[in-house]
């Protein structure tokens, strides 16, 4: 008897509903004039239909019959509305805290744990980033001197390295000066894949196929806060003066040093994105001078994400250049551009790139690219790998002014470190600095 009950409730609930006669709700108003007295003259109104309606709705809303089966389904649809707003914040909450947790996974340092690990079972208290700056390339690091005059050397099996400081413990250490194989070496052929002789300790120092290098400035290249590779330029030795006097004569062409006032006024052309690209393209004019980026990894990568880095810089580079034409026609537009920059990708195929490990880039005087690369540089007896060559120079100077030149560079720190650089190049008289170094 409960179903027939229940039915006959809910048919009953509708037509009292429709049954029942509002109260009607009088009202007075005052009426003011100068013939009577608004206290003592009222008119009674009644409500108007639309107010009467609007109160019936709102009396409605607030309480709804539980057996309708219209509000039913609208607290069903409230329900599903309010669980699925709950699965969407705990779904963005499970993604953020993935994001999270893969973000810290990448950015720990295996090699740093496991030491540290090994450290604590043998009852050794030692911090690994001072074992790791006691190495360089296999060679013991000393410091001598403190202060401004302090200088880091590595020593071992009779050769001696300076050393500069990088500002990470990942790579603690870059060479102030490199040997690389020189591009007029007759047992070279240009464009096939080879081995270039290493500064052997039998071979030390400038010989008929090595070249010496000097370090203009360093810095991190960082993507987000993730440090990702220390990179600095070189300069070959043989080429400061050269680069010294084009420095000085872009400020002062009459003068062989810069006074402070001029240094500043050279710093910020540097550091403008317009006028640091007019710079650097004269000081990379061909035939010009020699100059190399050395990069070390600070955590383990490979050649894929080197490249993407590389190319996405060449990349930045072409879109300011047509920018500047205001949609024209630049030298980048070419096809043989196009399969140059191909080239350059196929050179980094396919390979690891462990922490600690160097990539050297070159460019000669008629601006053609060398890849160059060692795995593990504190195995002194390792060659240094040529990974390949590429003769159109307009690859290489992209790639120099991602470092060097324009609004938005892959390395802010690089790019600070080597103006820094050539502040000190430009105090001194042209021709000076070559002769300190040697």
């Not at 070496?185 to 196929?209: E, H, L, S, W």
């Not at 550091?271 to 980026?293: C, H, M, Q, Y």
């Not at 949609?327 to 396919?350: C, P």
Request: aromatic share 4%; hydrophobic share 35%; charged share 25%.
């Amino acid at each position: 008897m409960a179903v027939p009950q229940r039915q006959t409730m809910r048919l009953l609930s509708q037509r009292l509903q429709c049954l029942s006669k509002p109260t009607v709700v009088r009202q007075t108003r005052s009426i003011s004039s100068r013939y009577s007295n608004a206290t003592k003259r009222t008119v009674t109104t009644a409500p108007s239909p639309t107010s009467h309606l609007h109160e019936q709705l709102s009396a409605g809303a607030g309480a709804r019959n539980p057996l309708d089966v219209r509000a039913a389904r609208i607290i069903d649809a409230e329900a599903k509305a309010h669980n699925l707003q709950r699965m969407r914040i705990a779904g963005m909450g499970l993604i953020l805290s993935m994001g999270g947790l893969a973000m810290v996974i990448f950015n720990l340092d295996l090699d740093s744990i496991e030491q540290a690990e090994k450290q604590r079972k043998g009852g050794q208290q030692l911090d690994a980033s001072d074992e790791g700056n006691a190495r360089f390339q296999g060679k013991e690091v000393h410091v001598i001197g403190a202060g401004d005059g302090k200088r880091i050397v590595a020593s071992g099996a009779g050769e001696q390295v300076e050393l500069v400081e990088t500002g990470t413990s990942s790579v603690p250490h870059f060479p102030r000066t490199i040997y690389l194989p020189s591009s007029t070496d007759p047992t070279r052929i240009p464009g096939v894949v080879g081995v270039a002789q290493p500064n052997a300790d039998a071979n030390p120092g400038n010989t008929a196929n090595q070249e010496e290098y000097t370090l203009v400035g360093l810095g991190i290249r960082t993507v987000m806060w993730i440090q990702v590779y220390v990179v600095g330029m070189y300069v070959r030795t043989n080429d400061i003066t050269a680069l010294q006097a084009k420095l000085v004569r872009n400020v002062n062409p009459t003068a062989s040093a810069l006074i402070p006032s001029e240094k500043e006024d050279l710093k910020k052309k540097l550091l403008d994105p317009e006028e640091s690209r007019a710079i650097w393209a004269e000081l990379l004019a061909v035939p010009g001078i020699k100059t190399a980026f050395r990069i070390s990894p600070t955590r383990s990568t490979n050649f894929s994400h080197l490249r993407d880095g590389f190319v996405s810089g060449i990349n930045n580079r072409t879109s300011e250049a047509r920018s500047l034409t205001q949609g024209g026609t630049t030298e980048y537009d070419s096809e043989e551009f196009g399969r140059s920059v191909q080239d350059l990708k196929a050179i980094f195929k396919g390979s690891n790139a462990p922490k600690g490990s160097v990539l050297v880039l070159s460019r000669d005087e008629r601006g053609t690219l060398d890849v160059l690369y060692q795995p593990k540089p504190e195995q002194g007896d390792q060659a240094m790998e040529r990974l390949g060559s590429l003769p159109d120079e307009r690859v290489s100077r992209l790639l120099w002014f991602g470092y060097l030149a324009g609004a938005k560079v892959s390395s802010q720190g690089a790019r600070d470190g080597i103006v820094n650089g050539c502040m000190e190049f430009v105090e001194r008289p042209v021709g000076s600095v070559e002769t300190m170094v040697h």
